[in-house]
């Protein structure tokens, strides 16, 4: 199977804190990856990794690899722009632009220098339908993102990712916020999504990640505990840290 | 068990605090009552007939273009261009200024030099108005007097109307630097995070987002700010120039604004000459009621997204 990520060593430090120890995986192309595990276990600062976010963060230290494609993506050479617009991100609160929907969908192209209208607007066209949004808004485009609702938000935060034609698009949390109706139309999303795209997302509930994904990794406090297919994490999983917080002794 | 007594004395003493409440805002509230009844009857008795000291003609006093205590003559219609000219003129000189400083210190600077030059900000909308007056006269004037030299253009000393639009702009600065970085800190830093994470650089999310983001306070700033020009009288009249008639449209002619006229002379006078000053005000509150309601339009346009 190919892989996307592949992270040997990876050691993270908050000043002197660290966060995350010696996480070693491979993360699957055009699969739903899904990182588990209870607050502040290091899954979402994981996840900021591979996009580079943390970097804004102050006081962020980072030791060890992580290839992409064969190439480290922590190398000085790397152009974090251009990573960025490879691994696309989702967060954990719909943040969609002060802008109409259209600006927030071509936002991206736009500061990549595309000008053509006629493009543009085929951009928006087939984003907002993979992000299953198009029939809701297709006659109101030119209005403030704002007036949609949060769920309809958060699947215009995807297809604004979407618009750039990442590989890998990072989830964090991204049904944190939303309604039950809400949360599930981003899970039938994620999973026509996984045709074209890679995807990791960090959730706290373990029905979605049993729901959506087909490989799951446990963290706790800072390590990767179990790295597996879903099925037999959830079903089998070999170390009794994974079975307690699944069966939710504790988390 | 509840004291019945000490509930009615509670009872008492809330409702005592609640009028006492309402008496404080009464009377805050009457001042400005009083202030504008006051301002108005003064201010139009010398357009009514039987004015003491011969009734003023409206519109030769509203559309006039030309300002001659000595002859008796006033004409403020040249005066309100005058002021429209300066104010705009220095919120368009000083807005880039102030909305780029704001986003260099929240953004850009390092903390330390963030915070020093936060404090150097507030420090300079604490300076009382008479200290840059002085500043203007002594510095100001001879910076446009040289500037004139070189386009071979004599001045009246340098006092001009580019000198009180420079004098305007550096006193709006801080005006609008601070409520920018009030507006600027405000953004949601998932904005940001969204922007950069779709991979536009640091320039492109500090224009594309953060500031379209903060368009609304950075233009309530632009309100305060012109509000601040249009009312600058002490400093600016030190530099005017105070000319008879007009407009003025030349940067380097003397000038004459709503407040320069109010100010000039003011002590030393009395009767007509003393009263249509107050006629001067009704004019500069109008102004500025207009200029206020004209931008807050525009930011109700340009900020219905945000």
Not at chain 1, 80 to 98: D, I, S, Y
Not at chain 2, 220 to 241: D, K, P, Q, Y
Not at chain 2, 244 to 272: H, Q, V, Y
Request: charged share 20%; hydrophobic share 45%; net charge neutral.
């Amino acid at each position: 199977m190919d892989t996307c990520f592949n992270v040997t060593d990876l050691n993270l430090y908050y000043g002197e804190k660290q966060a995350l120890k010696n996480i070693n995986i491979d993360l699957y192309k055009n699969k739903v990856t899904a990182f588990i595990g209870p607050s502040g276990c290091g899954k979402s600062t994981f996840l900021r990794c591979l996009n580079r976010m943390n970097d804004l963060i102050e006081g962020c230290k980072i030791e060890g690899n992580i290839l992409k494609d064969g190439i480290n993506i922590y190398e000085t050479k790397t152009d974090v722009v251009e990573l960025r617009t490879k691994v696309g991100m989702v967060f954990q609160k719909p943040n969609p632009f002060p802008m109409s929907i259209y600006e927030n969908i071509v936002y991206g192209p736009k500061c990549h220098g595309l000008k053509n209208k006629a493009e543009l607007n085929k951009i928006v066209e087939k984003s907002l339908k993979q992000a299953a949004l198009w029939d809701e808004v297709h006659d109101r485009l030119h209005e403030s993102a704002l007036g949609l609702s949060g769920g309809q938000q958060q699947r215009l935060c995807i297809a604004r990712a979407i618009a750039m034609q990442p590989e890998v698009i990072l989830m964090d949390e991204p049904t944190s916020a939303l309604d039950p109706i809400a949360t599930s139309k981003i899970e039938e999303l994620i999973e026509t999504l996984k045709n074209d795209y890679t995807i990791i997302i960090v959730t706290h509930s373990m029905q979605q990640a049993s729901r959506v994904s087909d490989y799951t990794a446990f963290f706790l406090l800072g390590d990767i505990i179990e790295y597996d297919k879903t099925s037999v994490i959830f079903q089998n999983p070999k170390d009794k840290r994974t079975e307690d917080y699944i069966t939710g002794r504790f988390g | 068990m509840i004291d019945a007594s000490k509930e009615k004395k509670n009872k008492l003493i809330d409702g005592i605090c609640k009028t006492f409440f309402l008496a404080m805002a009464i009377l805050s509230s009457s001042f400005i009552v009083i202030l504008v009844l006051f301002i108005f009857m003064k201010g139009i008795s010398p357009f009514l007939p039987g004015y003491e000291f011969g009734q003023v003609n409206i519109i030769d006093f509203l559309f006039g273009t030309t300002y001659r205590q000595d002859q008796g003559i006033y004409g403020v219609g040249f005066i309100v261009i005058n002021t429209l000219i300066s104010a705009f003129a220095s919120l368009l000189l000083s807005f880039p200024i102030s909305v780029l400083c704001a986003l260099f210190i929240v953004k850009i600077a390092p903390k330390k030099l963030s915070v020093l030059m936060k404090s150097v900000v507030e420090l300079l909308a604490s300076v009382p108005s008479i200290v840059y007056g002085v500043f203007a006269s002594g510095l100001i004037v001879i910076f446009v007097k040289w500037l004139a030299s070189i386009f071979g253009i004599t001045t009246a000393g340098g006092s001009s109307l580019l000198a009180v639009i420079i004098l305007l702009a550096i006193m709006i600065f801080p005006t609008i630097t601070s409520m920018s970085i009030t507006a600027i800190q405000a953004v949601d830093k998932d904005l940001e995070n969204a922007s950069l994470a779709l991979g536009a650089t640091r320039t492109q999310t500090n224009f594309k987002v953060v500031l379209t983001s903060a368009k609304s306070g950075i233009f309530a700033g632009a309100i305060l700010g012109i509000g601040r020009a249009f009312g600058e009288a002490t400093a600016v009249s030190m530099v005017a120039g105070n000319k008879l008639f007009g407009p003025t449209f030349d940067l380097f002619d003397i000038t004459r604004t709503l407040t320069s006229t109010m100010l000039a002379g003011l002590k030393e006078t009395s009767g007509l000459d003393y009263d249509i000053r107050f006629s001067v005000g009704i004019v500069l509150l109008f102004v500025i009621f207009f200029s206020n309601w004209l931008l807050n339009s525009l930011k109700n346009r340009i900020g219905k997204n945000s």
